[in-house]
């Protein structure tokens, strides 16, 4: 992706990070519909076109909470554009037959196209993570969460009543196997370059 100007609409971005209600509030009242919209004209209903909302926006979330998100392009395309392949890659799932996605050029910002990649490639290795995660025992679990929210390693080792030396070493058990699973997964390579 090339260097581009942040748009002013990062400031949904930085919203959704902040779990800012009156951000959310503009999104679901100016961006919304038009996807609820969409959706519903495109073989869904209302409950689906929210599923796909609720989705997308844990989705914002959470990239934005990692601080991988510099938009780029108006919010209003992104976020629809996001949606949008969202909604047909459900359709694709759930019907048999094969569904193309067309995007009209003319209508389609490539920046935001740009963007919607790297965030579905976000997306990708989060579950991916996400899935390697949960095959760790709870004792590996527990220590890493922890570590995550928590900066300094004594205090893990206070909060868990163990000692400092045992976390560290426990720590990188645990994070080595996580990483070598990671790496073993069939769809790592590709992830890994994008």
């Known amino acids: 992706m090339t260097k581009s100007k942040i748009h002013p609409d990062q400031k949904y971005i930085d919203g959704i990070a902040a ?4 951000i959310i509030h503009a999104i679901y009242k100016n961006y919304v519909p038009k996807v609820v919209f969409y959706i519903t004209k495109n073989s869904g209903d209302k409950d689906q076109a929210q599923d796909v909302v609720q989705e997308i926006m844990i989705l914002l979330f ?6 991988t998100l510099q938009l780029t392009c108006p919010f209003d395309a992104y976020f629809f554009l996001l949606c949008k392949r969202k909604w047909l890659n459900e359709l694709k799932k759930t019907s048999n037959k094969e569904v193309t ?9 490539e920046s935001a196209l740009d963007l919607v990649e790297c965030t579905e490639n976000f997306d990708e290795k989060q579950h991916l993570f996400d899935t390697m995660f949960q095959k760790l025992g709870d004792k590996c679990q527990e220590l890493l969460k922890l570590s995550f929210a928590v900066k300094s390693m004594e205090e893990v080792a206070e909060k868990l009543n163990v000692t400092y030396g045992y976390v560290r070493k426990k720590k990188s058990l645990c994070v080595g196997q996580l990483t070598q699973w990671i790496q073993e997964a069939k769809n790592f390579k590709s992830l890994k370059n994008n």
């Open 19 to 22: 779990n800012d209600s009156a």
């Open 62 to 67: 959470n990239q934005a909470k990692a601080n």
């Open 101 to 109: 996605i067309n995007e009209d050029s003319a209508s389609i910002n």
